[in-house]
């Protein structure tokens, strides 16, 4: 256990090395603070809500949803690079779990993002942008649930895209279609009950809208009561089958590693 | 400490038809084509030995460590390091080997040295007071002490493969194995790298399996050579074995002025030397094979000096280097090549 606590360690002390990439990216985290008030603030110009959403209502849930789907990819990205040029076999001749090891580093990276990222630029975004807290204490609490629910999600669907690098000479264009998907079905972008029915129908059954949509909708009372008990209950759902499915195809992929080498 | 018997390993290698259609269609059904890579391999190392393991590329030799550190199961036959099968309990085989892959990094890439140690400290569960001794030791051995503080990325080669080589002993294993770990060094820091290992296995007795095509490391470093060929083991033996049953070998080339289609072997030596292919590139070149015990070198120069008008010659010297290549030469059925010194 030490060592994936190590892990995680050093690579908030990886992350903390690099200040230029740090500051390059809060700026543009704040640009697109910007863009997005300002365009909201437009279409509110001639109504005053859309869907039962008013505007406070809408551009809460965008921030939010923009701030938690940063969390929601993992260490996909690394664990595809290993694979492919090989050095997969020598973490093999290690003595720890591969997978463990890139979700402890992956924690790692995410504890620290959101202390020097996530955590001051949403106090800013909540003193200058209308942001409204949570409906109730209960719905808050949900909401830190539900939202490290979505964020495990993210992070095993992540690892799970990447280890078909195993099988797929070319993973990047897998990878750009999830991005993609992840943000049209997650809720990342708009709220899913802006969608038509049918399409909300279908985001139900997948797991993406559990990644974003479920945790930020809790927050601002979009679900509520009873369906936000649900939607936790689908999150843990998912949560538990990615993480299964996960170990399954890892210890096929490994199984193909080390008998038919690679 | 290492006990193969019978090993084999065969690769099935899928034919695959190009693009994303070819890559689903074999998602369904493969063709496949087998490849022996390893063939019946036996081999019995005891605990200390330091055995150089060595063939031309694609031998099998990576193949075989791949089956030792347990990263590949083998097709069949038998494995066991330290009484562990690797390939099935691989991680705790891992804790008790080092390895080094000249080709590979194994530092974390962004940390400076010394975390990457520290971190390797906690992966091992290295006790701390056996770790500062340890880390003490090769930063004086290896003149570590400048490099601790950067991070790896930031390394020269041979810095790095310093630090790769206290990293693979760190934890003090029982079996180590190098993969090239002199691979594009300079002469300073080879001497340095072999004097660690020969230190590291005189102290803690540590099983060194090292793998390498610089006949210097071999011959410095192992009291025993094991030559694979094609998958198969073709000797396995004491340098010294190896030296007195091949070292008498001699080869000269003769860079003739004619060119050598015509040349015939004189009659004064025919009995004692022999006509080595040679390579096409040179049609003026003649090597010829001897035994310096039946007749010296500077006879078979003299007469083929009275016979035919030499422009230059070159002698290949008799070192390991020499024979391992002749052996080569001979499992491979084609023509020797040998190593020259002028």
Not at chain 1, 179 to 184: G, K, L, P, Y
Not at chain 2, 185 to 201: G, P, S, Y
Not at chain 2, 308 to 333: F, H, Q
Request: with cysteine; proline share 3%; aromatic share 12%.
């Amino acid at each position: 256990m030490r060592k994936y606590v190590e892990f995680a360690r050093v690579q908030m002390q990886v992350h903390a090395a690099y200040s230029a990439w740090f500051w390059a990216n809060t700026f543009s985290i704040l640009l697109r603070m910007l863009v997005i008030y300002f365009f909201w603030k437009a279409v509110y110009s001639s109504r005053t809500e859309i869907e039962g959403l008013p505007f406070e209502g809408m551009i809460t849930y965008i921030i939010i949803a923009m701030f938690l789907q940063m969390f929601v990819s993992g260490v996909g990205q690394e664990l595809a690079h290993t694979i492919k040029d090989g050095n997969v076999a020598i973490e093999l001749m290690r003595p720890y779990n591969l997978i463990t090891r890139l979700v402890a580093m992956d924690l790692g990276d995410k504890v620290i993002h959101f202390v020097r990222g996530a955590l001051p630029l949403s106090i800013l975004a909540f003193i200058f942008m209308d942001i409204t807290l949570p409906t109730s204490w209960q719905s808050g609490l949900l909401f830190f649930i539900s939202a490290f629910m979505g964020i495990w999600i993210g992070t095993f669907f992540d690892l799970l895209i990447a280890i078909l690098a195993f099988w797929t000479i070319n993973l990047w264009g897998l990878q750009v279609m999830k991005e993609a998907v992840i943000s049209f079905f997650s809720g990342a972008l708009v709220p899913l009950i802006l969608f038509p029915e049918w399409f909300q129908t279908i985001s139900l059954f997948l797991p993406f809208q559990a990644m974003v949509y479920v945790p930020v909708a809790i927050y601002t009372g979009i679900l509520s009561g009873t369906e936000a008990w649900l939607a936790l209950g689908s999150q843990v759902f998912w949560a538990v089958s990615l993480f299964v499915l996960l170990r399954v195809l890892w210890s096929i992929a490994i199984k193909k590693v080390t008998i038919f080498g690679g | 400490m290492i006990v193969v018997k019978n090993l084999e390993k065969h690769y099935k290698i899928a034919k695959r038809d190009p693009g994303l259609r070819g890559a689903i269609k074999s998602l369904f059904h493969r063709k496949f084509e087998t490849k022996k890579a390893v063939k019946k391999i036996n081999m019995h190392i005891n605990a200390g030995e330091m055995v150089g393991y060595i063939g031309a590329n694609g031998a099998g030799k990576s193949t075989t460590i791949k089956m030792l550190t347990g990263i590949l199961t083998p097709t069949s036959g038998e494995v066991k390091v330290n009484g562990i099968i690797p390939y099935e309990n691989r991680q705790q085989n891992a804790s008790h080997i080092g390895a080094v892959f000249g080709q590979r990094t194994q530092l974390f890439w962004d940390i400076p040295v010394r975390e990457s140690y520290e971190l390797l400290k906690h992966i091992y569960e290295i006790p701390q007071a056996q770790y500062e001794e340890t880390l003490k030791e090769f930063v004086d051995v290896l003149h570590l002490e400048p490099l601790l503080g950067i991070p790896v990325r930031q390394l020269s080669l041979g810095q790095k493969m310093r630090c790769e080589l206290a990293a693979a002993f760190l934890h003090r294993p029982k079996v180590v194995y190098l993969d090239e770990p002199t691979i594009g060094l300079d002469v300073a820091v080879k001497v340095r790298i072999r004097a660690f290992i020969k230190q590291m296995n005189a102290r803690y007795g540590t099983t060194v399996l090292l793998t390498t095509h610089d006949m210097q490391d071999i011959e410095e470093i192992c009291q025993r050579i094991i030559i694979i060929d094609d998958g198969s083991v073709i000797y396995d033996g004491s340098i010294q074995d190896i030296k007195s049953q091949f070292g008498d070998k001699r080869v000269i080339h003769f860079e003739l002025e004619d060119a050598a289609d015509s040349f015939v072997l004189p009659e004064e030596i025919r009995a004692l030397t022999e006509v080595l292919p040679t390579s096409d590139e040179d049609p003026h070149l003649v090597s010829l094979s001897f035994s310096n015990k039946h007749i010296s070198g500077a006879e078979v120069i003299h007469t083929m000096m009275n016979h035919y008008s030499v422009a230059d010659l070159t002698i290949a010297d008799a070192k390991i280097e020499t024979i391992v290549e002749e052996i080569y030469g001979r499992g491979m059925k084609k023509e020797v090549q040998h190593e020259e010194i002028r």
